[in-house]
């Protein structure tokens, strides 16, 4: 087994700031808060925040918020529950969250709930239990769940989940290991596990390991690193990680890594990224791989984070 390459990686992660007119940092251009938390988190993970002007971050990320109290991928874009939850994630880890109108924020999270209990992303209606996590878990680091029907958007997650104990991202629609991340975190947050099969749910998760250790996010699709993270951290949530073989997984996301210039990708000998990045570090975190900071499997935050803000501190 190799060894994850910290200080590359690090050096990957504070040379895509520098880069702002090659392919990858154009083509991310309309969701660079989204970028901006994988980021960020990473480096905290590894321990290396202090790298990064944190007042020019803050102020960056509130040039995107908008009027409405959402927040948009970038300056001069429309808001977006997506790009909120970013938002909200990167104050919380600079902890400046006191730059935040909590109220404004919370009241254009709060608006998008559905009769039904859904979420809409935005004003243009579309509806996903993806939307459901990131209203939840936005309002819970906020302090304010009070705003919402939170029964009513338990229901509706409930009513996402099929016959094999997974989740969709509507009623009906099929298993996904990243809608199941979503559905079980929401339901985590809000005190609601109670609702989801455990030993069924475990089952289908842990069958996504494939031969290489690596995890799948549907049955017969190749293995992934950001999986890593949405397979492993309901796993975890559901108190069946033992289910899989954790030393096959750490050695899949070394594998990924290009260890001379830094950075993981999807899978071994592709291009990396910092989506992948994130997710390789977090995995790694959840795996206890040694050196890293805890990751909280729910909020995808550190630990330290999400209990500075649990605790009012």
């Known amino acids: 087994m190799g060894e994850l390459k910290n200080e590359k990686h690090v050096m990957y992660i504070l040379s ?3 880069k702002k007119d090659d392919f990858e940092s154009v083509v991310m251009e309309h969701l660079r ?9 990473t480096l905290d993970v590894l321990g290396k925040l202090g790298a990064v002007d944190q007042d020019e971050v803050v102020s960056w990320v509130m040039q995107c918020q908008h009027e409405s109290g959402g927040f948009g991928g970038n300056i001069g874009h429309d808001p977006h529950l997506l790009f909120t939850l970013s938002a909200i994630q990167v104050l919380a880890l600079l902890d400046r969250m006191d730059v935040l109108d909590v109220e404004n924020v919370a009241s254009y ?4 709930q559905q009769e039904d209990g859904s979420f809409a992303g935005d004003i243009w209606g579309e509806i996903d239990t993806r939307f459901s996590y990131i209203a939840i878990c936005s309002l819970a680091l906020l302090r304010r769940l009070d705003k919402i029907n939170v029964d009513k958007a338990v229901k509706y997650i409930v009513s996402c989940k099929n016959l094999d104990g997974g989740f969709g991202c509507t009623p009906g629609a099929e298993s ?14 809000t005190g609601s596990l109670h609702h989801v099969d455990k030993d069924l749910l475990g089952w289908w998760l842990c069958e996504r390991q494939v031969k290489s250790g690596g995890l799948n996010g549907r049955p017969e699709k190749l293995p ?3 999986y890593s993270w949405w397979v492993l951290s309901s796993l975890i949530m559901i108190d069946r ?3 899989i073989n954790k030393e096959k997984l750490v050695s899949f996301i070394l594998d990924c890594q290009d260890k ?3 950075g993981i990708s999807d899978r071994p000998d592709d291009a990396v990224d910092v989506f992948h990045t994130y997710f390789g570090v977090a995995g790694l975190s959840l795996l206890e791989y040694p050196g890293l900071k805890a990751i909280d499997p729910a909020y995808a935050l550190p ?3 999400v209990n500075r803000i649990r605790l009012g501190k």
């Open 16 to 18: 895509i700031e520098k």
């Open 33 to 41: 808060l989204n970028g901006a938390y994988w980021g960020l988190t």
């Open 109 to 112: 999270i709060a608006s998008l």
């Open 176 to 189: 996904h290991a990243g809608q199941i991340f979503c559905c079980v975190g929401a339901l985590a947050i």
């Open 224 to 226: 992934d690193v950001c």
């Open 241 to 243: 990680v033992h289910w």
């Open 260 to 262: 001379e210039n830094g």
């Open 303 to 305: 630990v330290e984070v």
